[in-house]
């Protein structure tokens, strides 16, 4: 290792790698992590400081504000729940469950409008509902129409997107215990998926057509509670019918 470099936690990295992307600044529309990085409160305050939306995993014994979000995804109601695709796989999209509820709105120190709004989201597989994974999500507040839980999918995606450099490119396949080997090999990987990942979302912004859903009731959610996100079919039909 050279002289220079420093032993650093994986949540140290984390920030530091956030910052770098922030100098140029380069345009970053969403921060997606694993459960290592999303049950630190501290690196999802980071976050929120520089003004970045996430969706990061966390564990199902995570606390929001008390209880465990496993509780509080028990809670859900049956209209809350929407299936929506994680992309296609080798048998066909990849659907799931989701739900999305949001949290009380956070209102900094001598403020008159909240600033940051947060979010819970949960997915659940079709085929063994026991099966469920749980994320954080923080966007700016943007009342009365906050973002749709097919936005928070949107981000959760890019998360499952991540592990893309070491299935694509290589990533976790060196052979190499030295720096002077480890370094460059990571690096040429990581080069390759970004021209693999700036290729690909240019060819799908060529003729893709833009749609638009509801993404919220009107009526204002308490402050103190948990709102839960209507999917988009819900919320058609109550626009419909009124």
Not at 18 to 33: M, N, S
Not at 110 to 126: C, F, V
Not at 152 to 172: I, Q, T
Request: glycine letters at 6%; charged letters at 20%; aromatic letters at 8%.
């Amino acid at each position: 290792m050279p002289q220079h470099r420093r032993c650093a936690t994986k949540n140290e990295l984390a920030r530091t790698m956030v910052l770098r992307a922030l100098a140029p600044p380069l345009p970053v529309a969403w921060v997606a992590a694993d459960a290592a990085y999303g049950q630190d409160s501290r690196f999802r305050r980071f976050l929120e400081d520089a003004g970045l939306p996430y969706v990061v995993a966390v564990p199902k014994s995570q606390q929001v504000h008390g209880p465990r979000i496993e509780h509080l995804i028990d809670q859900a109601p049956d209209e809350a729940w929407q299936r929506l695709s994680c992309g296609d796989g080798a048998k066909g999209p990849r659907l799931y469950d989701w739900a999305a509820a949001r949290l009380p709105a956070v209102w900094e120190f001598g403020g008159d409008q909240p600033t940051r709004q947060r979010w819970m989201l949960a997915r659940r597989s079709i085929t063994k509902p026991d099966e469920l994974a749980y994320f954080l999500a923080s966007a700016p507040w943007t009342p009365p129409s906050p973002i749709s839980c097919g936005s928070l999918d949107v981000a959760g995606k890019s998360r499952n997107a991540s592990r893309a450099p070491s299935k694509e490119c290589g990533l976790d396949q060196y052979e190499v215990r030295r720096y002077v080997g480890w370094h460059p090999h990571i690096t040429l990987a990581m080069l390759a998926h970004t021209l693999l990942a700036v290729t690909a979302a240019q060819e799908r912004q060529k003729g893709e057509p833009t749609t638009t859903h509801p993404t919220s009731w009107t009526s204002p959610p308490p402050k103190s509670a948990v709102y839960w996100q209507p999917s988009a079919r819900v919320l058609l039909d109550r626009a419909t019918t009124r």
